[in-house]
């Protein structure tokens, strides 16, 4: 009889180790609260090889991309939907500044398979968008719509009873040497998956988050046609509905965890003004927060004083990317005693 996991939380971290899990034949129970507006939930779901302002190859994505990209096509096929977009995403640089640094990073050889030189001038519709610097065109990335991956894993694992809503409260687990109880049912192991809330949790308490608040817009307006995501200060991603996302902002003090301040909310307009021409209409919003664990790209393992209590979290603003591969390494420690990378194992190294 194989193990049995009970997994706390069903965003994007406790879905991938579901289905991870699942690819290794063992069974596990997902109880989730199934609110309505979660980080995964919000998250535009951007994969992107060149990121942040100082223009460098995100972490390790010669290793993550492709085992993203496998993981969710094989899911795809599984559930007979599409979730993963590989579309080019287009960078256009702020200043003066960023022009002279994409200058040198464009001649390093780790960079050089994520761009694509090939594309025409002008780089996108200089009536539509503001590029006065000039840019790049990036390969080998896009997006995935989260919201319906975590729908449609949903509606599969509880076809096969492997979901149920509810909220696991530190009062209602009692984990032992050997297994962990919860509601008269027996667990091989409890696994957090719990985001940003962690940090409130008793036993998790200590664990350095860093979380920031994240809001995207809903944006009406003329973009030409245009099907790939363009960054200049903001990102905008055209979706296949003819709607836009428009994000994100970053806020590291909040009390409410879905409702931003107006001052970013109007930074974030202040950006898409400098990146878009055309005229715009906000037709909504969703707010969410990213769970950011300082000094981790992510942080997994057995709780050091509860050996049948486990965490997967931090991802991030990279989840996507991420997940599979995290989730992975996870799975290997929890049932073939791999050792976990130095820097993500939460009992330390």
């Given at each position: 009889m194989s193990s049995r996991f009970l997994i706390i939380g069903q965003g994007l971290a406790g879905t991938a180790l579901a289905w991870r899990l699942h690819e290794r034949g063992h069974?596990?129970?997902?109880?989730?609260r199934d609110e309505e507006l979660t980080s995964s939930k919000v998250a535009a779901g951007l994969v992107t090889p060149v990121t942040g302002m100082r223009l460098n190859l995100n972490w390790r994505y010669d290793q993550l991309y492709p085992e993203a990209v496998a993981f969710y096509r094989a899911l795809e096929h599984r559930l007979r939907e599409v979730f993963y977009h590989e579309v080019p995403i287009?960078?256009?640089?702020?200043?003066?500044?960023?022009?002279?640094?994409?200058e040198k990073r464009r001649l390093q050889p780790e960079v050089a398979p994520y761009v694509n030189d090939t594309v025409s001038s002008p780089l996108v519709d200089e009536a539509i968008f503001a590029n006065p610097h000039g840019g790049f065109q990036q390969q080998h990335s896009g997006w995935l719509d989260t919201a319906a991956f975590l729908s449609a894993s949903k509606a599969y694992f509880q076809s096969v009873g492997a979901w149920q809503v509810g909220e696991v409260t530190v009062d209602s687990l009692t984990p032992s040497a050997s297994s962990v109880l919860w509601q008269g049912?027996?667990?091989?192991?409890?696994?957090?998956?719990?985001?940003?809330?962690?940090?409130?949790?008793?036993?998790?308490?200590?664990?350095?988050?860093?979380?920031?608040?994240?809001?995207?817009?809903?944006?009406?307006?003329?973009?030409?046609?245009?099907t790939r995501i363009i960054n200049r200060g903001c990102w905008l991603?055209?979706?296949?509905?003819?709607s836009l996302r428009v994000g994100p902002t970053y806020e590291l003090s909040f009390d409410d965890p879905n409702k931003p301040s107006p001052e970013a909310v109007t930074g974030l307009e202040t950006k898409?003004?400098?990146?878009?021409?055309?005229?715009?209409?906000?037709?909504?919003?969703?707010?969410?927060?990213?769970?950011?664990?300082?000094?981790?790209?992510?942080?997994?393992?057995?709780?050091?004083?509860?050996?049948?209590?486990?965490?997967?979290?931090?991802?991030?603003?990279k989840g996507v990317l991420r997940a599979p591969w995290v989730a992975r390494q996870l799975t290997e420690h929890l049932l073939d005693r791999a050792a976990i990378e130095t820097g993500m194992d939460l009992a330390g190294d």
């Open positions: 069974r596990f129970l997902i109880v989730d287009v960078r256009l640089l702020r200043d003066e500044k960023a022009a002279a640094l994409w049912d027996s667990f091989t192991t409890a696994i957090y998956c719990t985001g940003w809330e962690a940090a409130h949790h008793p036993w998790f308490d200590w664990v350095p988050f860093q979380s920031a608040r994240g809001t995207v817009l809903n944006v009406a307006a003329d973009t030409g046609g245009e991603l055209p979706r296949a509905d003819g898409l003004q400098v990146l878009l021409k055309s005229p715009y209409t906000i037709t909504g919003s969703q707010t969410g927060v990213r769970p950011i664990i300082k000094g981790h790209h992510a942080l997994i393992g057995r709780h050091p004083g509860r050996p049948r209590v486990a965490f997967m979290n931090g991802l991030g603003s």
